[in-house]
């Protein structure tokens, strides 16, 4: 029998219970020690760890560097068990300047570049504090904040840093914890102080107004942020959204027309190697056919040379297809999930956030301000037991060379704490001169009056913030838009209107001929073709339709199910060969016929009509169909075709209709309605067959028409001119035979 005594205690539990008690502790872990920022220094554990094990280093600013192997060595030995590439990888970001807006460590050798290079080993690398990492442990020897055990008990390590920094919101976060996750886009320090300030006198500002002073993100790699003010306002309100980020770029005249286009900055966290990558496996596969070439010219600076395909291609077409295209836009999001000073995660918004720091910066002030009045007072204790001496130094000299316990007769004689007696028998003897004595009683003063204003501080909440303000002007000098790091380098620009590329310019225009067989058979065959009658076609089939145009140019086919087609000239299979039926291009089902195609020019009006004599007149810019199914204009009852499609010249006034039974009718063209959609209306009514054809006229200039020997015309119609929906007669002498005007 097995004794559980030697193996500990052992409980029956469910399995899914057991699983949920331990995914709940790993959970909460994640969230609270690694993942989540806290509000008030802006730091993960592993962040305030690393800082921390760098100062007790004495790695201040203005020291000399250590190796990184040292300092990494002593943040998992001491504070953080965990691995050491994951806190050498931690110190090497908070090295970069284009990863952290205000690097809190300033690094001697490779900490890898914008490519994506990694870093070198960190026996290769040196570190030491920044100025803004030294701010941020202001004050932490003074009880500013609170301590607590290290992992293996043997030592101390904070839990917040004092923060004199407004870190969470200058540096940003980001992290994926279970559950949840954190994004904060880093900002302009001198704004933020400037925000600050304003908040503090108005604790109730809007979001309108922090917005003046912050207006918007300050990414450590410049660009410019594209998005308006309302959103960035509504973003900050909330606590979420999204920021777009556009590079920035310049054109370079390069004489006789040319130019090619810098991208001087990249968006915030994207790696130049493989935005270039991208750039250029998008030419290869011709998804770019504005750019002719992209090279990387960068030096320190970043410097991408776009070239476009022709010196007639405008920069902004190039640049907007890039954006849609590319990296050279990218969106980074905002959550404001951090750890509040309870240490619970919660989604803030931009004004709980700035008035946590406040919060735990007036905290700080108190505790400095305490630890100071603690010191004070245990200093005032020693110096008035050596003003009690100096008085009495006579009986002092004696008790200590005549009693055998001098500190116990001294506290007996003169009412002293032990701590006093202890300084007096400490004395050196050239402290006793007359000299030291004036001095004392100078500290003494001093140090009251110390005492009192300190005192009146703690008591007094505006000086705490007059005091606080003060700081963030401090701040501000050292790190403002004046300094060098502190000046803006995110432009702030406006929302980018909806710019139309157009379509030539993203395909290359060249000239075709459109050819269109009797069995629907299409191609594109390059240049404008004069013969096409003489073209070889597939057996059975010939010429029917031939139409010049050019690749940039849309087609449209007329259908006999009153359907119009819409297809890109540049999709049109090539001129080799015998083409492709014109139904794998567009849903055209079986027992319909194509009526007619032509080259969508635009601002035209076109009259429809069905077999049965009814039409009506239709914008040519409303017959363009998205889709592959088309775009129905004329709608046909059973058994009802659509038939004919004629262009309106713009000098013509009257219609001319043709029955199949050769009867013609001429009416104004004003009595037909425009439509976008519909039956129409009677054109011409038929008491057998239907409708022929149609053509338009201008009735002064007589209705033409075409033969085998040319264009024929006649004046003389007037006794076919009646009204829309008549019968109509039997046409003049001399009219064609094939019963059309084609």
Same mark, same amino acid.
Request: aromatic share 6%.
């Given at each position: 029998m097995t004794d559980n005594t030697a193996l500990g205690e052992i409980r029956d539990t469910r399995l899914s219970d057991a699983l949920s008690e331990r995914y709940l502790s790993y959970a909460l872990s994640t969230i609270t020690s690694r993942s989540l920022p806290d509000v008030r220094d802006g730091l993960k554990p592993v962040h305030r760890r690393l800082l921390y094990a760098m100062r007790q280093l004495k790695l201040e600013p203005s020291s000399g560097f250590k190796k990184c192997a040292r300092v990494v060595g002593d943040v998992i030995g001491k504070y953080h068990p965990h691995g050491d590439g994951a806190v050498y990888d931690t110190l090497v970001r908070l090295a970069q300047d284009f990863a952290q807006r205000y690097t809190l460590v300033d690094g001697q050798g490779n900490f890898g570049n914008i490519d994506g290079d990694n870093a070198a080993a960190m026996r290769y690398t040196e570190a030491r504090l920044t100025e803004v990492a030294w701010a941020l442990l202001d004050g932490i020897d003074h009880d500013a904040v609170d301590f607590r055990d290290t992992y293996d008990g043997e030592d101390e390590e904070p839990v917040v840093l004092p923060s004199a920094f407004p870190n969470l919101l200058a540096n940003g976060a980001a992290g994926i914890a279970v559950g949840m996750a954190t994004s904060i886009p880093p900002h302009n320090a001198g704004e933020l102080c400037d925000a600050f300030k304003h908040l503090i006198k108005f604790p109730n500002a809007g979001f309108e107004k922090l917005a003046e002073f912050v207006p918007g993100p300050d990414f450590p790699t410049g660009g410019i942020l594209v998005e308006t003010r309302e959103t960035i306002v509504e973003s900050y309100r909330t606590g979420r959204g999204s920021f777009r980020i556009r590079a920035r770029w310049e054109t370079e005249d390069l004489g006789r027309g040319t130019y090619q286009i810098i991208i001087t900055e990249i968006p915030y966290q994207v790696q130049k190697s493989r935005l270039i990558e991208k750039i250029a496996e998008l030419l290869i596969a011709k998804k770019l056919p504005l750019l002719a070439d992209v090279r990387d010219e960068s030096t320190e600076q970043v410097r991408i040379v776009l070239e476009p395909k022709s010196k007639n291609i405008e920069a902004l077409h190039l640049m907007e297809h890039l954006f849609r295209q590319t990296e050279l836009e990218s969106r980074f999001s905002l959550n404001m999930n951090v750890l509040g000073a309870d240490h619970t995660p919660r989604v803030m918004n931009l004004r709980e956030a700035m008035q946590a720091f406040l919060d735990h910066r007036q905290i700080v002030l108190i505790r400095v301000t305490n630890h100071r009045l603690l010191k004070i007072a245990r200093r005032l204790e020693m110096l008035g037991g050596f003003l009690i001496a100096f008085l009495n130094l006579d009986e002092v000299i004696r008790i200590i060379r005549e009693e055998d316990d001098a500190k116990a007769s001294l506290m007996a004689r003169f009412k002293l704490s032990e701590p006093q007696a202890e300084a007096i028998l400490n004395m050196r003897l050239r402290q006793l001169r007359k000299l030291e004595e004036l001095e004392i009683r100078k500290e003494h003063d001093a140090l009251t009056v110390e005492q009192g204003g300190l005192q009146a501080l703690l008591a007094d909440d505006d000086r705490q913030w007059k005091i606080i303000s003060d700081q963030f002007t401090e701040i501000k000098s050292k790190f403002g838009q004046k300094s060098e790091i502190g000046r803006r380098r995110t432009e702030i620009g406006a929302a980018p209107t909806a710019v139309i590329v157009p379509l030539e310019s993203l395909i290359e225009k060249e000239p075709i001929t459109i050819i269109l067989s009797q069995k629907d058979w299409i191609r594109a065959v390059k240049g404008h073709a004069e013969n096409t009658h003489d073209m070889k076609f597939k057996d059975g089939d010939k010429h029917r339709f031939a139409l010049h145009g050019e690749t940039t140019d849309k087609l449209v086919v007329f259908a006999t199910n009153g359907r119009f087609y819409t297809i890109g000239c540049d999709k049109l299979p090539g001129g080799r060969g015998h083409g492709e039926p014109l139904r794998l291009m567009i849903d055209l089902a079986n027992g319909h016929d194509v009526i007619d195609i032509f080259i969508l020019k635009g601002g035209r009006r076109a009259i429809v009509a069905s077999d049965s004599g009814r039409g009506f007149v239709v914008e040519e810019d409303s017959l363009i169909a998205q889709t592959r199914n088309g775009r129905q204009v004329l709608n046909l009852k059973a058994q009802e075709e659509a038939?004919?499609?004629?262009?309106?010249?713009? @000098?013509?006034?009257?219609?001319?209709?043709?029955?199949? #039974?050769? #009867?013609?009718?001429?009416?104004?063209?004003?009595?037909?309605?425009?439509? @976008?959609?519909?039956?129409?209306?009677?054109?011409?009514?038929?008491?057998?067959?239907?409708?022929?054809?149609?053509?338009?006229?201008?009735? #002064?200039?007589?209705?033409?028409w075409k033969t085998a020997g040319g264009v024929r015309s006649e004046t003389n119609i007037r006794d076919w001119v009646g009204k829309r929906a008549q019968a109509g007669q039997l046409p003049f002498k001399g009219f064609p #035979?094939?019963? @059309?005007?084609?």
């Open positions: 038939s004919c499609l004629v262009f309106i010249n713009d @000098s013509h006034d009257h219609v001319a209709v043709l029955g199949t #039974k050769r #009867k013609l009718l001429i009416f104004p063209i004003d009595e037909l309605p425009v439509m @976008s959609r519909g039956q129409g209306v009677i054109l011409q009514r038929y008491s057998q067959g239907g409708l022929a054809d149609i053509n338009t006229l201008n009735l #002064k200039e007589g209705l033409t #035979k094939s019963n @059309s005007f084609k």
